[in-house]
């Protein structure tokens, strides 16, 4: 669903184990290790294993290992990305996005975040059959009652210098899939749509982009 209904030709008979496209499945790869980053990182052995097992069955040639896992960690030292991932970042609501109208309706009570990567989900929306993965789906807890939830959607895009537009430009493309993963994401929940935040994480430039 990127970029919503309309798909230019291009983008599907790009060739889909390019070196862009491989890089960006082993990012996610490592990414989908992150569970609490103020509770460590994961480790490097850890990663170079997942990068053998991913590679194993792709052309990965030009794809330096050990570059990648430099940048890699580049990213996790990135101030907005470590906080991100961080569990501390669920202590106060109130700076996470939600509506005003939310935010009081949860109250100063603290919640108890929980992490899961690469949630699958097969749902129906509407009179079809939506399908797919979540990157990184935080639910917020009182008890066991799940009152919030944060999506969060990471993105390997590059951006250009001097082009002001590019990043809502890229948001724009994205927001058919994000609003998509909130609607599955309530029918899993059953939270309405308004206590769940829908968020794109721009790895390589360290940007948050919440999706309204």
């Known amino acids: 669903m990127e970029g919503g209904p309309h798909v230019p030709t291009r983008q599907i008979l790009r060739a889909a184990r390019s070196g862009a496209f491989l890089r960006g499945q082993l990012i996610h790869a490592w990414f989908e290790r992150v569970a609490w980053l103020d509770e460590g990182r994961p480790a490097e052995a850890a990663l170079r294993q997942v990068a053998h097992e991913l590679l194993a069955v792709a052309d990965s040639t030009g ?9 890699f960690f580049v990213m996790l030292q990135t101030p907005t990305i470590a906080e991100l991932l961080s569990r501390t970042h669920y202590q106060d609501l109130s700076q ?13 009570a603290p919640v108890t975040p929980s992490v899961q990567a690469e949630r699958g989900f097969a749902v129906r929306d509407g009179d079809q059959l939506l399908t797919g993965f979540l990157d990184r789906l935080v639910l917020l807890q009182r008890g066991s009652r799940v009152v919030a939830a944060d999506i969060l959607d990471y993105k390997t895009d590059a951006m250009a210098a001097g082009k002001p537009g590019q990043l809502a430009d890229k948001v724009a493309f994205y927001s058919p899939q994000m609003q998509a993963y909130r609607r599955a994401v309530a029918k899993l929940t059953q939270l309405p749509l308004e206590c769940i935040l829908a968020r794109l994480v721009f790895v390589e430039v360290g940007i948050v982009e919440t999706v309204a």
Do not use: N, S, T
């Open 63 to 71: 794809l330096d290992i050990a570059e990648q896992l430099r940048r």
């Open 96 to 108: 996470l996005g939600f509506p005003r109208a939310v935010q009081e309706g949860l109250g100063p």
